[in-house]
């Protein structure tokens, strides 16, 4: 039987959901807003990739590779478009 | 009556009086031509329906060379309007509204087609496909676009043409200065061609990593196809950002959300930002699968391989990351500071290195080489020293202090058409008539082909060369007039003359087809070039499946070495046919973009039961998709062996 349990779907799903808990806690606990971000992005960049490993399966194929790379590259542009738009408007305005 | 008031043109002339008289009589004729010769079944059949790639790519070029007479027209009443100082022939609204649609037009209606025809016609030839990977995707795609492309033209007879640039900046876009209906028409129109590009970049991603044949590992594609890949990727993270923005801006104008308004909170220049964050990739886009087009005409007539491939690999993924990286560049003088612009200056002059690295490698491809000046390699030819006249003047505008000068002028206007025209529109004019005979099975003229070339140059040099000295001596760009005193007319006449040069040459293209069409050889054969890359192994006219047996591919060159190198690098050796799946026709996406259509016109003229009647009728076709029992259907192999038989086939 065992091997028909998909065990890493049932631990990726308590751990999203571990994820999502101490995301709220942000909202809860009294937290200074640079912690709060903080804690913020770090869970969703992990809930993001939890949930492309484990339940997009993402790695799972011949070409991981080429979807990893294609992820990497979404990041770094949202990254520079986000940091871009910020240094345009907010910090050097 | 007064529902129908707001269809009527706000500011009319005699011209575009004319204009809707010769296009409903164009209308009439050309349905009463299909109805008389009993054409509308074959239509159907044939072209409305089809899910096959070559197809789709064949009505994408008609697409964009219908276009590029519309956007050329365009072209030359602009020219015409500043010939001569203080010109009455158009005024300052309709000035304003035909600089608006030349510049949507060309760049997403035109160049954008005409790329994509490139991509749907070469990348499964390329890498040995039978389709792309999503066929009925590729058609919804195609009708997406086209009445995106529908749309935005009907502007110009119905409500207004958009007129605050193609650009489109708030808050001169908004509500407040652009009355009339002419920016929804932008913005809808937009999104809804905006859509089916961003599905072919998911669809033409998807084609290149996972249906190459057997033995084409990545570092074997060709140049065309690694160019079509970068263009497709950066495709797919460009266009969200226009989908976004565009949505944002007509919630701003039909439901008065306060996005880009300049009061309540709204940020008018986030609409720039958020413009150009697209916009900028969006030349990419545009310009590397020109790179690529001539990529594989320089070795194929220089007779030598592509030097340095490794190498323009890497700076077209270079190229990919960095042409996110300089969007500022577009609006230096906004207002930020001097540390944004120095690094946005940076960056955009950092871009020019991979470009750079490229234009060395087609030269390093022609040292020593065995040089054959046909048309496609004329183009080519005349392609290298202006466009890398267009990159300098490039660099000169990513000085953010140099381009406080230069900014808003006619210098900026002479560069980027300094780059497009020889970068993009001589690739793709190169391309068609490289891949001319794989279309139709004759080639076009060869004399008239090099003479269209040498004209359009003139006519470019004429047209856009004086606009630097123009620009450098203060003529705004936009303007619809200007005075004799400034001393701008002799210049500005000799540009107009630019433009009817460039015209001549663009009837020459046309009289070549119909020239080649009528009296050029059918007997040639399926590779009449002599190249070097997979598309040329197929049979002429390529069969519905593209290959009767997949290619197996064992080198770079992989038909090259072919032919020529010796019996193990035979691309079909030792292959059986089999059957071969396809997948069916289809109507339903031709159906649903009519609903598009509807609910797009319906939310340009704010009707909302129209809108709500259009968005049932889309959902109501995806609902029908999701339902369907669709399984393709196969040919069977004596099917082939007899179609093959038929064209005398590559398989002995």
Sequence with gaps: MAQFFPKGQVMGFIFSLVLTVVAMLVYFLDMSFGMGMAVLIITAFLQATLQLVVFMHAGESEDKWAIYINVLYGMVIAVMTVFGSLLIFNWDM | ?652
């Design chain 2, 1 to 652: 009556m007064e529902f129908f008031e707001r269809f009527a043109i706000p500011h009319p002339s005699f011209l575009i009086y004319m204009a809707m008289i010769s296009i409903v009589l164009g209308a009439i004729v050309i349905v009463a031509g299909i109805t008389y010769f009993k054409k509308w079944g074959y239509l159907w059949r044939e072209w409305i329906t089809t899910v096959d790639h070559k197809k789709i790519g064949i009505m994408y070029l008609i697409v964009a060379l219908v276009m590029l007479f519309r956007g050329g027209v365009d072209a030359v009443m602009l020219r015409y309007q500043l010939a001569m100082p203080e010109n009455t022939f158009l005024d300052s609204q309709h000035y304003n509204e035909v600089f608006t649609t030349h510049g949507v037009v060309m760049i997403l209606f035109m160049a954008m087609p005409f790329i994509i025809f490139f991509f749907n016609f070469l990348v499964p030839l390329q890498i040995g496909a039978r389709d792309v990977a999503f066929p009925r995707l590729n058609s919804l795609s195609f009708w997406l676009f086209f009445m995106g492309m529908g749309l935005f033209n009907l502007s110009f007879i119905v409500g207004g043409s958009p007129d605050a640039g193609w650009t489109s900046y708030f808050p001169l876009a908004g509500n407040e200065f652009s009355t009339s209906v002419g920016t929804n028409y932008y913005m809808i129109s937009l999104q809804i061609a905006g859509l089916g590009t961003l599905m072919t970049g998911i669809n033409f991603m998807t084609t290149i990593f996972r249906m190459r044949a057997p033995g084409m590992t990545l570092m074997r594609m060709p140049m065309f196809t690694w160019s079509a890949l970068i263009a497709n990727v950066i495709i797919v993270f460009a266009f969200p950002v226009l989908t976004v923005a565009l949505a944002m801006g007509t919630l701003d104008r039909l439901a008065g959300t306060q996005f880009f308004t300049t009061d309540n909170g709204g940020m008018d220049m986030l609409w720039a930002n958020l413009f150009w964050v697209w916009g900028h990739p969006e030349v990419y886009i545009l310009i590397l699968p020109a790179f690529g087009l001539y990529s594989e005409i320089i070795p194929v007539f220089a007779r030598r391989n592509l030097y340095g491939y490794t190498s323009m690999v890497f700076s077209m993924i270079i190229i990919s990351v960095f042409s996110f990286g300089v969007w500022t560049h577009h609006f230096f003088t906004m207002g930020q500071g001097a540390l944004t612009n120095s690094v946005f200056s940076i960056t955009t002059m950092a871009i020019a290195i991979p470009t750079g690295v490229k234009i060395f490698n087609w030269l390093f491809t022609l040292y020593k080489g065995k040089i054959e000046m046909t048309t496609p390699m004329l183009y080519a030819m005349l392609f290298i020293p202006l466009f890398t006249l267009g990159g300098v003047t490039g660099v000169m505008l990513a000085m953010s202090a140099a381009d406080y000068q230069y900014h808003n002028s006619m210098f900026l206007v002479a560069h980027f058409h300094n780059v497009i025209i020889p970068g993009v529109v001589y690739a793709m004019l190169a391309g068609l008539t490289f891949y001319w005979p794989k279309l139709f099975g004759f080639m076009l003229n060869e004399k008239i082909g090099k003479a269209t070339a040498w004209v359009m140059s003139i006519g470019f040099v004429l047209a856009f060369i004086p606009m630097y000295i123009t620009g450098l001596d203060g003529q705004p760009r936009r303007g619809y007039t200007y005075s004799e005193v400034t001393g701008y007319s002799t210049l500005n006449m000799v540009a107009f003359i630019g433009s009817i040069i460039m015209t001549i040459s663009f009837l020459m293209l046309v009289y070549n087809i119909y020239y080649s069409f009528r009296y050029a050889s059918r007997d040639i054969s399926s590779d009449p070039w002599d190249a070097r890359s997979l598309e040329w192994a197929t049979n002429t006219p390529i069969p519905e499946y593209n290959f009767a047996v997949t290619p197996q591919i064992k080198s770079r060159e992989a038909f090259w070495d072919h032919k020529y190198g010796g019996k193990d690098m035979d691309l079909f050796a030792g292959q059986k046919i089999e059957r071969i799946h396809m997948p069916n026709k289809s109507g339903v996406p031709f159906i649903m973009n009519v609903f598009f259509f509807i609910l797009g016109f319906c939310l340009i003229f704010s009707i909302w039961i129209g809108a709500i009647i259009g968005l049932i009728g889309v959902l109501g076709c995806m609902l029908h998709r999701s339902f369907e029992d669709d399984h393709g259907f196969y040919f069977e192999v004596e099917e082939i062996e007899e179609i093959e038989r038929e064209k005398r086939g590559a398989i002995k």
